[in-house]
């Protein structure tokens, strides 16, 4: 159980938003897709919890950053599927740059050698 | 609308989880789990349920209400979880704001509103008489016409005056006595007040005096009497045998100006000679009329005051014979030194400060066990907070959970309320006076209920929920919420909490203990004459129509046919019943060859008595004689002193044969008698006077004293059978046992005592519950620390004393600051004390006893949950 829990790294604040306006780039997705499609693709290392994952799927629709419709997922289930809206797709863009720009920062402070 | 769509969201919100965990689950189904599993695990994949929606929801945020609606739900199913902790906060939220909200409803109709039917009562002030000697007074008719005339400042103004006669409706043969109003014309038009039925009398009827015999009746007179009958308009009701036409019915409620007493009807002013014969309308002395004025809409009350002082320094100098030095006192009806709210003020003072003690406490006592709660709750709280809920969201969330216990609690408390309201009574003298008062619940009370309630929701429920919403996160998610420890400062608070409450409890302990005391002191002192085994038979014959001469020879013979009376061992009678509420006569006598000092009182209280009046009382005769069958009209005046008097008249002499003048008559003083209690129990001895019956023929009014040696109620029909049989129609308004009438006469000490007694106790109880939740908190949260002192070799006496030196330390500094507080504030009962100091040391001490013995119990029951400890498992936790 404990090694499970230390692979395990808590999203930032505001990442998660991020992490949500990429997946749905690719499409229409609903919330259950959405946190398969970050865990499978961060290698099984993020885990969306649903009490952070709602709230903000909500966030993002009242921000009209997404918009959302109840459709059928192609297993035949009703789901309530979120897609990008151009303002969202103009977000992500910002937010993607301003998340390259952090993690260039953070990195070239990591890579400078340690004096002392 | 709005609402509507909330529920839509909800309805969404809640078909997006279902379909989350439908999917997940048939994922699980198609890796192939096993159906239930796949389920079980989906959920608990997935987390706390209603906690995600929650935190959803919250991002829609919605109004206000909503949101205050949502989170009521949210607390509603939390106080479900915690049916002893509910109940507990509720029943004593309930007591406080209940009581609360009975007084308050006292006030309201005492004070504030006190006069039913009558319109703007606001707008209404008292305008009384100021006596030389400083007494407010009732001022006289010609005096009432001139503040009428003269002023400004009023809208109008009416004259009232309180009469108690006997009616007899047109085909019936006994007398009854009631309790009605002369009034002035105006009376009606000035209050507001319309009819009912028929019609009210207005200022056209004043057609001259005597000449307009007219009545309204009450409401209730008119239900009772004549079965609320229509045809009653035109009929005749005889009063003091004259006739007079009922012509309107006045509005159920309406029970005329004097607050507190029912007037059953109204006689036009100009008729007073008729119903009360003997007062002029003319002379400015004596006075008999209370003067209500209505101001102006843009009138204040210091105009009409100052309008009203300058009149009455015009009428001092133009009528010096009678109105010299005589003031004039403007004020809000409440204010009012006649009236029933003259006498409550001073105890609805003490109960308004009484139930708002009570509420403290209860407040406190709520607040500490929200406190405790909070440990409990702390991952709860921290969960929701790391869910994204942010504080202001937590504290308004804890709050509500407050707002619904308190709103549990007003709405118990209003209907404790609508069932207290008439415990008025209890606290009314049961004097012979109808009492009518506006007692009930209405809107102004439920408004200020709700208010109060919403204000206590705050006052318990603010510092817990800043306390509870700062929980330490990571601690109390780490440790699981096991072991999570109050944190210094919220203990402190719980502790200081614990101590006002012992602190309150302790000062209305002593306070009832004092009271207590004081009542068992008046009940066992002697008011100086013996009560036990008297019948007293109150009479009046004016409605009779007897003269005070012809009343005086009736009494006479009375007595001496009752003295024949088999079981009678002694009779005689007085016109006042000394310690009893009604009435008093005093004089300002000029004393033979004694010069009274500038500032001295001169008015001495005054009794007129028939003969072997003393030996009836058993007040023993000192000096000289008793009054005797000698002493008629025609003989030299006489009259009797008490040794107080004596003392301070006659110092080292035989008062007998000093002679005083009152009424422009001399007395020669014939004996002297021992005092007694002439008005209460804890009256310092004061100078009395005795005049004889046979002598003093200005009143028709005697109560009959009879004494035997049995039970005195065997008497009473021997008494009516022997009135009857001088005068078949004279009136007898009651009859009753003296001792008990006296032990009525105690009231006020009964009253104090039962009351504080009572709230004592709630106090005590409520302080013992505080300590109990405090400690039984702490030890369930040191189990792990009692566990590991155990298995280091601490035996249960250890962990006893460990617990209960905890709680003993609150429980002494309660008790050390509550008897400070109580010396404190027990100097303000020093007039409801009798026999027993403010400071009494056995009070105090068995307070601080009665308080540590209860403190010990509520420490030894949780100390004893400490000692049950299992060291093994307690240590098995970590």
């Known amino acids: ?116 | 609308m709005s609402i509507f769509h909330r529920s839509q969201h909800d309805r969404d919100l809640d078909a997006e989880v279902q379909s989350h965990l439908q999917m997940a689950a048939q994922d699980r189904l198609e890796r192939g789990e096993p159906a239930h599993d796949a389920r079980d695990a989906a959920l608990r994949e997935f987390g706390n349920v209603s906690l995600v929606k929650e935190a959803t929801r919250e991002i829609w945020g919605g109004s206000t209400t909503e949101r205050l609606l949502q989170d009521l739900r949210f607390g509603a199913r939390t106080l479900r979880k915690t049916p002893g902790f509910t109940l507990v906060a509720v029943l004593s939220l309930a007591l406080g704001i209940g009581g609360n909200a009975t007084v308050f409803s006292w006030v309201q109709a005492v004070l504030l509103h006190p006069l039913a039917g009558v319109s703007q009562s606001d707008r209404l002030v008292a305008i009384e008489s100021v006596m030389p000697d400083g007494e407010y007074h009732t001022s006289s008719y010609p005096d009432y016409k001139d503040f009428r005339d003269q002023s400004h400042a009023f809208s109008g103004m009416v004259g009232v005056e309180l009469v108690n006669t006997d009616l007899r409706l047109q085909n019936e043969t006994h007398f009854q006595r009631d309790w009605g109003e002369i009034v002035t014309e105006n009376f009606f038009d000035v209050l507001g007040v319309h009819a009912a039925l028929g019609r009210m009398f207005g200022p056209a009827d004043a057609h001259g005096l005597n000449s307009d015999p007219l009545v309204v009746l009450s409401y209730g007179f008119w239900q009772r009497r004549f079965a609320g009958d229509p045809t009653v308009i035109g009929k005749t009701i005889e009063m003091d045998r004259h006739s007079f036409t009922v012509i309107g019915i006045a509005p159920r409620g309406f029970t005329g100006a004097i607050v507190g007493i029912a007037a059953e009807y109204w006689v036009p002013m100009m008729m007073q000679p008729a119903a009360l014969p003997g007062e002029s309308m003319e002379e400015r002395s004596p006075t008999f009329i209370h003067i209500i004025g209505r101001l102006k809409p843009d009138a204040s009350l210091q105009q009409a005051s100052s309008e009203l002082h300058t009149i009455s320094a015009r009428l001092q100098s133009q009528y010096p014979a009678n109105s010299k030095n005589v003031g004039v006192y403007v004020c809000p009806l409440w204010e009012a030194h006649y009236g029933l709210q003259a006498f409550l003020l001073p105890v609805l003072s003490f109960l308004m400060i009484v139930v708002a003690l009570v509420l403290l406490i209860a407040c406190a006592n709520v607040a500490n066990l929200l406190l405790a709660r909070a440990t409990v709750r702390e991952r709860e709280i921290a969960v929701r907070a790391a869910l994204g809920a942010s504080r202001s969201r937590l504290v308004r969330q804890l709050l509500s959970e407050s707002l619904l216990l308190a709103l549990l609690g007003g709405g118990l408390g209003i209907l404790l309320a609508y069932s207290a309201t008439n415990w008025l009574m209890f606290f009314l003298p049961p004097a012979h006076l109808p009492i009518g008062l506006p007692l009930g619940i209405d809107g102004r009370i439920v408004a200020f209920t709700v208010v109060l309630t919403v204000l206590t929701a705050f006052v318990f429920g603010l510092a817990p929920a800043l306390q509870t919403s700062r929980p330490n996160m990571n601690r109390a998610l780490q440790e699981g919420g096991r072991t999570a420890s109050a944190s210094a400062g919220r203990r402190r608070l719980r502790n200081l909490l614990v101590v006002s409450e012992t602190v309150l409890a302790v000062m209305l302990l002593v306070g009832a203990g004092l009271l207590v005391r004081s009542f068992r002191a008046a009940e066992a002192s002697s008011p100086g004459f013996n009560p036990s085994n008297v019948l007293l038979t109150a009479m009046d014959l004016r409605g009779n129509g007897y003269t005070g001469a012809q009343a005086a020879a009736f009494y006479d013979r009375l007595i001496q046919q009752l003295r024949t009376v088999p079981g009678v061992q002694a009779a005689s009678l007085e016109r006042w019943v000394p310690m009893w509420f009604t009435g008093r006569g005093y004089t300002r006598p000029t004393i033979e060859g004694y010069t009274f000092r500038r500032e001295e009182d001169r008015a001495i209280d005054y009794n007129v008595v028939g003969q072997e009046y003393f030996s009836t009382m058993e007040i023993p005769l000192l000096r000289g004689r008793d009054f005797s069958q000698r002493d008629s009209r025609d003989s030299q005046l006489v009259c009797i002193v008490n040794e107080s008097m004596a003392k301070r008249f006659w110092p080292g002499q035989d008062p007998i044969g000093h002679r005083l003048n009152s009424w422009d008559r001399w007395w020669t003083v014939v004996g002297v008698v021992k005092d007694i209690k002439y008005h209460s129990m804890n009256e310092r001895p004061e100078s009395f006077l005795y005049f004889p019956f046979s002598q003093d023929t200005s009143g028709t009014d005697a109560n009959i004293l009879v004494r035997t040696a049995g039970d005195p109620m065997q008497l009473l029909s021997a008494v009516r059978a022997q009135v009857h049989a001088i005068d078949a129609g004279a009136t007898i308004i009651d009859s009753d046992d003296l001792s008990g009438l006296l032990s009525v006469s105690l009231f006020t000490y009964r009253v104090a005592a039962t009351l504080s007694s009572i709230l004592g106790l709630l106090g005590l109880l409520l302080a013992s519950i505080g300590l109990y939740g405090v400690l039984s908190y702490s030890v369930s949260q040191r189990r792990q620390e009692i566990g590991i002192r155990m298995a280091l070799g601490a035996n249960r006496k250890d962990v006893l004393r460990l617990v209960v030196s905890a709680g003993l330390k609150l429980t002494l500094l309660g008790i050390a600051a509550g008897i400070f507080a109580a010396l404190i504030f027990s100097t303000a009962l020093r007039s409801l004390l009798f026999g027993v100091r403010s400071t009494d040391p056995a009070t105090l001490v068995a307070v601080a006893v009665l308080l540590l013995c209860v403190g010990l119990i509520a420490c030894y029951l949780p100390a004893r949950r400490a000692m049950a400890v299992d060291p093994i498992v307690a240590l098995r936790h970590e």
């Open chain 1, 1 to 116: 159980m404990k090694s499970q829990y230390q692979n395990r790294i808590e999203l930032l604040q505001g990442t998660l938003d991020l992490l949500i306006l990429q997946t749905l780039l690719w499409g229409p997705q609903h919330g259950y897709g959405i946190s398969q499609v970050i865990r499978t693709q961060s290698g099984e290392v993020l885990q969306v919890d649903t009490g952070s994952l709602y709230p903000a799927l909500h966030r993002l629709e009242k921000q009209k950053w997404i918009k959302s419709e109840w459709k059928l997922t192609e297993k035949n289930q009703e789901a309530k599927f979120y897609q990008l809206t151009a303002a969202g797709r103009k977000q992500l863009a910002e937010e993607r740059s301003r998340w390259e720009q952090l993690s260039d920062a953070i990195g070239a402070v990591l890579k400078n050698p340690v004096i002392g």
